[in-house]
């Protein structure tokens, strides 16, 4: 049974870092397309950054140059760091994976992902 773990949410301020971390078990880790959504009240779930297990990394424009993903194949761990982040940022953040190579096109929409983490609330305060 495939389970994403997601920490590391929590409130900052306007211009504050946080890092998210995402544990995955039961999945074959080594061939994934794996990443970031994240989730506004009243809001769709956007993609914020995938990669995947051919090389390609996919961020949204608006977090290019402020977030960065990571991965430790070992601990099966994926990370999100957050820089700079924006009030308007505030949101439930989900882990998400897939078993199915993406085009590019369709990488950052929800819909195209199988396996979802539980989330971790990033809250960002003026």
């Known amino acids: 049974q495939v389970q994403l773990v997601e920490s590391g949410g929590g409130s900052v301020q306007a211009g504050g870092s946080l890092r998210l971390s995402c544990v995955a078990s039961?999945?074959?880790?080594?061939?994934?397309?794996m990443g970031w959504f994240r989730q506004a009240p009243g809001k769709e779930r956007e993609g914020v950054v995938v990669?995947?297990?051919?090389?390609?990394?996919t961020y949204a424009d608006s977090v290019k140059g402020r977030f960065t993903i990571s991965q430790d194949n070992a601990k099966k761990t994926l990370y999100l760091e957050m820089n700079s982040l924006k009030p308007e940022e505030t949101a439930m953040y989900y882990c998400?994976?897939?078993?199915?190579?993406?085009?590019?096109?369709?990488?950052?929409?929800?819909?195209?992902?199988?396996?979802w983490g539980q989330g971790t609330q990033v809250t960002v305060s003026s």
């Open positions: 990669t995947g297990s051919d090389g390609t990394t």
């Open positions: 998400a994976a897939t078993e199915v190579r993406l085009g590019r096109l369709v990488r950052l929409r929800a819909e195209a992902y199988k396996y």
């Open positions: 039961g999945y074959s880790y080594s061939t994934y397309y």
